[in-house]
């Protein structure tokens, strides 16, 4: 069954949260991008968020760094590579409008890492405006579907490798957010055309 009819409804009131490891920059498996070397955007990534900026209320990333947590970085270290990402994004007219991030430790008792939704509640409370039933969650994990579902939103999950029996958390599947943002479009565009 298609889920991807919501498309039709987003507007300028809607609110986007992003994951940022592999979707925003690429993942490094099983490590943790600890230093500016070692980031890189995905590709599309920041043309993405560039057309993505009009269509969206306020466009949030959410990330869980457990690297603090487990010393491997610090928070200054993190918050280098936002300010270079949010530099980077701004420099081609696109726009972040905050960051949120855990650096709590995997199976640790936390209220702020994802799947919890700590994170999603501080955007409410900082953006009271924010409306979960029109706000969409774009990442590549299950914790970032279940984190956007826990809140009531829609879900779009970033990866080629499939959910298994996780596939009912996404309402959306695609290879990347630049194909995101593509499908997103098109639903404009035959929206406008009605």
């Known amino acids: 069954m298609d889920k991807s009819h919501f498309l039709y409804r987003v507007d300028p009131s809607w609110t986007l949260f992003l994951d940022r490891d592999g979707v925003i920059n690429q993942k490094i498996d099983y490590g ?16 993405a968020i560039y057309r993505l ?23 200054d270290d993190l918050g280098k590579i936002h300010q270079y990402m949010i530099y980077e994004i701004e420099n081609a007219y ?41 706000s969409i969650m774009v990442g590549d994990s299950v914790t970032d579907l279940v984190f ?26 695609c290879g990347s957010l630049s194909q995101f943002e593509k499908l997103l479009y098109s639903y404009q565009y035959a929206r406008k055309a009605i």
Do not use: C, W
């Open 148 to 173: 956007g579902k826990t809140v009531g939103m829609k879900t779009v999950y970033i990866g080629n490798s499939g959910l298994g029996v996780n596939n009912k958390l996404a309402d959306v599947i």
């Open 94 to 134: 696109g726009r972040i409008d905050q960051i949120y991030y855990s650096a709590d430790i995997e199976n640790m008792e936390s209220y702020s890492r994802k799947p919890s939704p700590g994170m999603a509640y501080q955007a409410k409370k900082d953006f009271p405006e924010i409306d979960f039933e029109k």
């Open 53 to 75: 900026t009009d269509l969206f209320f306020k466009i949030i990333v959410v990330t869980n760094q457990q690297g603090i947590g487990k010393e491997i970085m610090t928070h």
């Open 32 to 47: 943790y991008v600890r230093n500016l070397s070692e980031f890189e955007f995905e590709k599309g990534a920041i043309e």
